[in-house]
C-alpha cells in the first residue's frame, strides 16, 4: 500500500483519514466516579449516562399543534413545573409554560424528524438538544443528603417525589433536576461544558459518607464514663 511520509519521518497508509471516536464530557472522569463510589448503610453512586438523545420543544400548550405533538409522544404535555410525563420510550420534563425537553430511550428513534413533520407550520419548534447537555447519575441512601448540601429546592420526599423534574443549581451549576425512583436516584442534566466541575463538585460532596459516623455519645459531645 502506498504512503505518504510526514514531516516527523512517520509514514501513515495513504489512505488513512481521521478516525471518528465520540467523547462524552466527563468520560475522563468515569474512573473516579467509580473510585468515590460509598457503599453500605450510606451508599451512593455517581455515574454519567452519556449520549442521552434530548429533544427541545416550544409549543403553546393550548393549540392543535400541541395535541398533534403528544400524539407522535404517547403522552400529553406537563402542565405544571416540577411535572413530567411518560409515554413509549419518552419522558416529557416541562421547563416552561411552553417550553418542554423530550428524553427518549432510543438513540436511533427518528423522533426528531416525526415531530418536526407533525408540527409543520405551527408557531414553535423541535430542537434536537443531545449534544448540549450530558446526563450524572446519583444514587443511594445518602444521594439526596448530597444534594442537599448545595441545592436550594426540597428535596424531601413530601416535596420531592419520584417524577419530579425542575431547572435549578447544584453548587454553581445550572442542571435539570430530575428524580426518577424512590431509592432515591435522581438524574443531573448540566450544560456539557459544566459537567466537569459538577462531577468533582458530587464527588467532594459523596467523599463524608465514605467514613463511618461517630457513635451518638462523641457527637453530643458528652463522655460515655459520665452516669
Known amino acids: 500500500m502506498a504512503s505518504t511520509l510526514l514531516e516527523d519521518n512517520i509514514q501513515v497508509p495513504a489512505s488513512s483519514g481521521p478516525t471518528e471516536r465520540r467523547h462524552s464530557p466527563v468520560e475522563h472522569l468515569h474512573e473516579a466516579f467509580r473510585a468515590a463510589e460509598v ?45 413530567t410525563t411518560h409515554g413509549a420510550g419518552h419522558t416529557v420534563l416541562w421547563q416552561g409554560p411552553d417550553e418542554f425537553l423530550v428524553i427518549t430511550d ?8 416525526q415531530l418536526t413533520e407533525r408540527l409543520g407550520d405551527a408557531p414553535g419548534s423541535v430542537v434536537d438538544l443531545s449534544a448540549n447537555r450530558t446526563t450524572l447519575e446519583l444514587s443511594g441512601p445518602s444521594a439526596r443528603a448530597v444534594l442537599e448540601k448545595s441545592c436550594a429546592v426540597d428535596l424531601h420526599p413530601r416535596a420531592f417525589t419520584p417524577g419530579t423534574a425542575v431547572s435549578t443549581a447544584v453548587g454553581a451549576v445550572p442542571v435539570v433536576l430530575w428524580q426518577t425512583d424512590d431509592a432515591p436516584t435522581y438524574r443531573l442534566l448540566p450544560r456539557s461544558s459544566f459537567a466537569d466541575h459538577l462531577g468533582r463538585w458530587l464527588m467532594d460532596g459523596m467523599a463524608e459518607f465514605a467514613a463511618e459516623p461517630l457513635p451518638a455519645h462523641s457527637q453530643s459531645g458528652s463522655d460515655p464514663g459520665w452516669h
Do not use: F, K, N, W
Open 39 to 83: 457503599t453500605g448503610s450510606r451508599a451512593v453512586r455517581l455515574r454519567e449516562i452519556p449520549y442521552v438523545t434530548m429533544i427541545g420543544l416550544r409549543v403553546d400548550p393550548a393549540s392543535a399543534a400541541a395535541s398533534a405533538l403528544s400524539e407522535v409522544l404517547g403522552a400529553p404535555l406537563p402542565a405544571v413545573c416540577g411535572q
Open 106 to 113: 432510543d438513540a436511533a428513534s427518528p423522533l426528531v424528524d
